[in-house]
């Protein structure tokens, strides 16, 4: 059990907030919309700790927050729309789904495997002070948890994560309250992958055309279930202590012969942290299955296997 420091938004409070997240430790954070619960989006461990501590069951992909326009360019390539977007909406309550940039460096966690990543710059000073201060990009989903209703408060925070995470920023309510509008790009069209904080006319009006909306077209699902989570090409087989001479053996624990292993010592932040990395090396070998050891189904475990349940599931 953490005790969960509940630092004002004044310089020292900021100060010590940035320095938790360089030390890669979670702290939650105000934005206009909600209030975020933020980890260092380059490492992978920070990340993972994200997921446990909201107690999420999968992996989702993660938006990661930065200061400015000029920091999000280091991450991600952008359109001409996509700028547009920006340039029209940032700060503000819009995040833009973007191909991540190959050397950006970020947690393979954050983005769950996806050559995408959601970026977004909360209009909010503390929250831009505390990017500023941190120096990099902080992913951070709503700082609830999961299942649980998106906290406007810091009092909200608390009742939720009160000891599972270093610190909370205080800096009163979120003025908007809701979510951020998440906009994607489909075959270079502008798609609203979630609606939110900015109203779609407002985008609509600036890119001068309607966006798609794909959820409503099909069942409606998760946001960020439209760009399909990363699935390997090879075949997934689990629970396997022992693998065929055919098959590449992803191991987790104190396991022999494996080809990578999630994590020797058996510990989930770190496996949870090397997954999408270790299924993109593996894949990447060409073989035709991928053999993974047994992974306990308790805390971040549930999210680790799910996401191999998804991956081992027959492909149309
Ligand atoms: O207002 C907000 O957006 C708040 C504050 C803290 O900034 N954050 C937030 O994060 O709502 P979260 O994790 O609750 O929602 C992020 C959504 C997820 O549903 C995810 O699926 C989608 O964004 N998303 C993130 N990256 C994506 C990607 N590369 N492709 C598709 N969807 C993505
Ligand atoms: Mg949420």
Redesign the pocket.
Same mark, same amino acid.
């Given at each position: 059990m953490t005790q969960t420091e509940l630092l004002s938004a004044s310089p020292k409070g900021i100060g010590r907030a940035a320095e938790l997240l360089r030390d890669g430790q979670l702290v939650a954070f105000p934005?206009e919309? *909600?209030? $975020?619960l933020g980890g260092d989006a380059c490492a992978g461990r920070a990340v993972a700790r994200i997921y446990e501590a909201k107690g999420r069951p999968s992996f989702? +992909?993660?938006?990661a927050?930065v200061a400015d326009l000029a920091t999000a360019r280091a991450f991600a390539d952008f359109s001409d729309d996509a700028l547009r977007l920006a340039t029209a909406f940032w700060p503000g +309550?819009l995040?833009i *789904?973007l191909p991540v940039r190959a050397d950006a460096g970020l947690s393979t966690l954050a983005?769950a495997g996806?050559t995408?990543? $959601?970026l !977004?710059v +909360?209009d909010h000073e503390s929250a831009r002070a505390l990017l500023t201060a941190f120096g990099g990009p902080v992913a951070? +989903? %709503?700082a609830n948890l999961s299942g649980r209703i998106s906290p406007t408060t810091a009092a909200h925070v608390m009742a939720g994560l009160s000891g599972k995470i270093a610190a909370v920023l205080d800096d009163g309510p979120c003025s908007i309250g809701v979510? %951020?509008t998440?906009v @994607?790009f489909e075959l270079g069209e502008a798609a609203l992958? !979630?609606p @939110? @904080?900015l109203p779609v006319e407002a985008i609509e009006a600036c890119l001068g055309r309607p966006l798609l909306t794909p959820h409503t077209s099909e069942t409606p699902s998760?946001? $960020?279930q439209?760009?399909s989570h990363y699935a390997p090409k090879a075949a997934v087989r689990l629970n396997v202590t022992d693998p065929r001479d055919d098959e590449i053996f992803l191991g987790f624990g104190a396991v022999e012969c494996a080809a990578l292993n999630l994590s020797p010592s058996g510990d989930l932040v770190e496996a949870a942290s090397e997954l999408f990395n270790a299924l993109h090396i593996l894949d990447d070998q060409g073989v035709e299955t991928i053999a993974v050891s047994p992974i306990p189904d308790t805390g971040l475990g549930r999210a680790i296997n799910d996401r191999l349940r998804r991956a081992a599931a027959p492909r149309n």
């Open positions: 934005t919309t *909600v209030y $975020g989702n +992909p993660l938006i927050h +309550p995040t *789904v983005t996806l995408t990543i $959601g !977004r +909360p951070a +989903p %709503s979510e %951020s998440i @994607g992958l !979630r @939110g @904080g998760a946001p $960020g439209l760009q």
